[in-house]
């Protein structure tokens, strides 16, 4: 099973960034996907959800900004991050089928 994402970088706020989780290993059209992030010095928080249907299902903090969505084709799942604030700075995990990815940094700043 293998995770993999990219797509960060260093933005200023207001911008946007769109991070990419590709996957294999796995029958990805059939499990829910998440993507978590990390800022400095705290714990690891849950951001978005995406099920199998797919339904979708976003942290409070981030409704409104972010979008995630899935491609079962490419066995990809995706996060657009709008409207970014420098609290959205932070490494962005993918997680799927009891796996986790390697992470992205992403970081808001002007």
């Known amino acids: 099973v293998q995770l993999v994402e990219s797509g960060g970088g260093l933005v200023q706020p207001g911008g946007s960034l769109r991070l990419s989780c590709v996957t294999s290993g796995f029958a990805f059209a059939s499990y829910d996907m998440r993507w978590y992030r990390q800022a400095p010095g705290k714990e690891r928080e849950l951001v978005a959800t995406i099920g199998w249907r797919p339904t979708t299902d976003y942290a409070d903090s981030v409704k409104g900004r972010f979008t995630i969505s899935r491609d079962n084709v490419l066995s990809t799942v995706y996060l657009q991050m709008d409207k970014l604030k420098p609290e959205d700075t932070g490494v962005y995990y993918c997680?799927?089928?009891?796996?986790w990815g390697q992470g992205t940094q992403v970081v808001v700043s002007s």
């Open positions: 997680y799927g089928f009891s796996a």
